[in-house]
């Protein structure tokens, strides 16, 4: 399994430009996450799926959007790139929440690197 | 509102020496509890969790962590460092059954000879 996987791995865009994200994995997980880690932050959440054609905000949605149309993929889209956007992008999976209702392991992606100039 | 609190930003240690690092947590029921590591360039991963049960859980690469409900808090410890856990060392709580998670600010781990 490859488990979590993201292109690219870096990437330079110009301020107004717009970009995917892309987000894969082969585990059958439902739940999908995308965060942001910005330094001495931690991570954000951005918006996440509970399954193929389900999405919801996060914490940090503006300026973002999300679409997911398999199980597998859960492409980010950057419209209108701005200074603030750049970042460190994470994406996560995890198969359900736990046994008892709670959350469950979340695995992550490498991550994308992504300045805006 | 829920809040995970990691007060130690950056933590020294000498290679061989024991390591402690602090979480606390605010969350209003039964918490689900994750450490997770983060080396330079990479992504996270997790170390331990805990759910329920035994309240001292046992991790990869030999950490431990310990679950005291009436401090509120989920310390991740490892009784002898490499040089090899310099990372970043992130807590979470797991807030809601959407899986959601609200992570601390990491603690950075600098280990020296």
């Known amino acids: 399994n490859a488990g979590v996987t993201q292109t690219p791995k870096f990437r330079i865009l110009k301020i107004g430009q717009s970009m995917t994200l892309q987000c894969a994995q082969d585990m059958n997980h439902n739940y999908m996450y995308w965060y942001r880690q910005d330094p001495g932050m931690g991570l954000k959440l951005i918006y996440y799926?509970?399954?193929?054609?389900?999405?919801d905000k996060g914490e940090v949605p503006n300026g973002y959007n999300v679409s997911r149309s398999t199980t597998e993929d859960f492409p980010l889209r950057l419209e209108l790139a701005a200074p603030s956007q750049t970042s460190v992008y994470f994406c996560?999976?995890?198969?359900?929440?736990?046994?008892?209702?709670?959350?469950?392991?979340?695995?992550f992606g490498p991550g994308t690197r992504l300045t805006v100039l | 509102a829920q809040s995970v609190t990691q007060p130690d930003i950056h933590i020294t240690v000498s290679e061989g020496a024991s390591l402690e690092l602090r979480c606390n947590y605010s969350?209003?029921?039964?918490?689900?509890l994750f450490w997770y590591v983060q080396s330079p360039g990479q992504g996270l991963q997790l170390l331990l969790k805990?759910?329920?049960?035994?309240?001292l859980v046992q991790g990869i690469k030999g950490f431990e962590a310990e679950f005291k409900r009436s401090q509120s808090s989920f310390n991740l410890r490892k009784p002898s460092v490499h040089w090899s856990d310099a990372a970043e060392y992130f807590c979470?709580?797991?807030?809601?059954?959407?899986?959601?998670?609200?992570f601390g600010a990491g603690t950075q781990v600098v280990v020296t000879p």
């Open positions: 996560a999976s995890s198969y359900s929440p736990g046994t008892s209702g709670g959350a469950d392991t979340q695995y």
């Open positions: 805990y759910f329920s049960g035994d309240t």
């Open positions: 799926s509970v399954g193929a054609g389900i999405t």
């Open positions: 969350y209003g029921a039964t918490p689900y």
């Open positions: 979470a709580v797991g807030t809601d059954s959407w899986g959601k998670f609200q």
